[in-house]
């Protein structure tokens, strides 16, 4: 568990059937705290223990409920993904719908990506300065530069689908923000705005 960022934590852990590093986040913040797409860190839930509790659990697209439930049956926590990918918890996981826009608990705003998927969801978090992505926005190698997951997991129309893509991250750039969180790859730290205009303009969007 590392403090990338005041209130925000980040840790790796190894997804069992993927079997690749994938990221998860705590955020410690003035409005309450939360974690997005958890996965049990290795130093086990006591980690929590004499910290704020999460008491939110945000998941970016519905294929990212990870450990979820152990959060839940830990601290109680509500789990929020939105609407469109409500149709996914069918095995008893009570998760709360929410919509593109909607001002979340622990002071997060949930902004429209999709492309991907119908609810593929960024969030962003004010008062960290911070907009975390799902699987519409990757760092190749987990930390190298900033692209897309490979192309048979984009559908028929993989271009179409990046076009998709860009045009929603180039929607975000409208927020104040300086700090990228990804679902895959590491955070990157300073300068993630300037990097993702960049990465928009190579793309001969926005």
């Not at 290795?42 to 409920?65: I, K, M, S």
């Not at 826009?101 to 969801?121: D, M, N, S, W, Y």
Request: with cysteine; aromatic share 12%; hydrophobic share 40%.
């Amino acid at each position: 568990m590392h403090e990338v960022l005041p209130g925000v934590f980040h840790w790796v852990t190894i997804h069992d059937h993927l079997d690749t590093q994938v990221s998860s986040y705590y955020l410690d913040g003035p409005q309450g705290a939360a974690a997005i797409d958890p996965r049990v860190p290795d130093e086990g839930l006591d980690w929590f223990a004499g910290r704020q509790p999460p008491e939110h659990v945000f998941l970016t697209n519905r294929h990212h409920y990870r450990h979820s439930d152990r959060f839940v049956e830990a601290f109680g926590c509500t789990v929020w993904c939105h609407r469109a990918g409500l149709h996914e918890f069918t095995r008893g996981e009570v998760v709360t719908g929410f919509d593109f826009g909607a001002q979340l608990p622990a002071g997060v705003e949930a902004v429209a990506v999709g492309a991907i998927c119908e609810e593929e969801t960024a969030l962003y978090i004010p008062w960290a300065r911070a907009m975390a992505f799902a699987d519409g926005l990757v760092r190749a190698g987990f930390d190298g530069p900033l692209g897309f997951v490979p192309d048979f997991l984009l559908g028929d129309d993989p271009e179409g689908v990046k076009d998709g893509l860009c045009a929603a991250v180039d929607r975000s750039l409208e927020r104040d923000f300086d700090h990228l969180l990804f679902a895959h790859g590491r955070p990157w730290i300073n300068g993630g705005r300037g990097a993702l205009r960049r990465f928009v303009e190579s793309r001969g969007a926005g």
